[in-house]
Every structure is written in structure tokens, then in C-alpha cells.
């Protein structure tokens, strides 16, 4: 359950139903307040953070949680369009991972992603992961 005032602004890119309804569920019990924007594929999620089409007034997500298997454009498609565009590669990018060899595909970005988490998303895992990224929310 949220516990302060700060609302941090998360995206998560999944196609997945079941794994959007659970992530939904899993930060409600996070111990700060989140507001979830929620893509279903890759073209979505670079258009949400340009600001593109009907994301013109999308709020500016302070991290990018990727699934790496998406329609359209796949999620190391994405994170690697993010690291090459001047005006994205600032947002931090944690992948979402349903299998543990999963972490050998995406070796060569390690070195530029904020985190892994692996699915179903553990709720204690994302909010230390967060905070990381975000230290004046355990304030």
C-alpha cells in the first residue's frame, strides 16, 4: 500500500493482459503512490515517449518497463531505438524477463538498462529497483 505523497509516473509495455492486470496489482503494494501508463507494443511506447498522435499529453514516465516479447516492434528493438535517440535515451528502461536465459538476448544492452525484473513482477523487487532509480521516494 502506498505510504507517501509522491506519485511517480511508471510505463509499462507489455501485450500481455494477464501480466498488465497483475503489475496493476502488484504496485498497489508498493510503499509510494504510482501512476501506471500502459502500452501494448513497441510503435505505441516510442510514440507515447515522443509525445506522438494520442500521446501528445502523456505524462513523462521516470522509468520504462519493457517486455521483451511485443507485436510490431519487439522490446530489444525499442531499447535499442531508445539508446540511439538523443531525446529518449535518458529514460531509464528496466526489462521484464519471463525466463532466466532470457537475461543471455539481452547481454549487449546490460550495460545501458536500469534493471531486470523477472515475470510475474515481485511488488518488493520493483519498489527497491525504483527507489534506486528514485531516492527521495523512500523519504
Partial sequence: MATTGAVLELLLVDA???DIRFTQEII???PFL???SVVPDGEAALAFLRHQGCYHA???PAAVLVD???PEKDGLAVITEMKEDAALRTFPVI?????????LV???LQHCLAGVLMKPVDADELGALVCKLRPELLH
Fill in 34 to 36: 504510482i501512476n501506471l
Fill in 16 to 18: 500481455s493482459p494477464g
Fill in 68 to 70: 521483451l516479447y511485443l
Fill in 58 to 60: 502523456a505524462p513523462r
Fill in 28 to 30: 498497489k503494494e508498493c
Fill in 106 to 108: 539481452i547481454g549487449p
Fill in 95 to 103: 526489462v521484464l524477463l519471463t525466463a532466466a536465459y532470457e537475461q
